[in-house]
C-alpha cells in the first residue's frame, strides 16, 4: 500500500491518510470545503463549497496519478438534501464520466460544512 499526500489539499482533520492506493486503486478520505491555502472553509453556499471539495479532490487524484475520468465510485455526504440539485451542477462539471454514486443526508459533517465526497478511482501506473 502506498499512502497519498499532497499540499495541494487540506491536511487530514485527524488520525488519517488523504488516500491510499492499492493494487492499483485509489482509495480517497472524505475531502471537504477547506481551502488548503488559508485552512479555512471560505465558501458558504452549497456551489461554492462543492466546487472546493472537488479541486481538493483532483489534488489528491493527481498525487495518486489518477484524474476526475479515471473515477469509478463515489460517497457524497449532503448536510442538507435540499442542497442536491446545487450540488449536482457543481458536481457534474467534475465528474463528467459519471461514476458510480451513493449520496446521502447526514446529521453533521466536520466544521459544519455542507457537503464531502470521497472516491475510489483507477490508478495508471
Known sequence: MKIV?????P???GPYSQGYVHNGILYSAGQIAINP???M?????IAGQTE???RNLGEVLKAAGSDFDKVLKTTCFL???EDFGAFNEVYA???TSKPARSCVAVKTLPKNVLCEIEVIAIIEE
Open 5 to 9: 499526500a499532497t499540499e495541494k489539499a
Open 52 to 54: 472546493q471539495v472537488c
Open 93 to 95: 462539471k467534475h465528474f
Open 11 to 13: 491536511k487530514a482533520l
Open 79 to 81: 448536510a442538507n438534501m
Open 41 to 45: 472553509v471560505e465558501a458558504t453556499d
Open 37 to 39: 491555502d488559508t485552512d
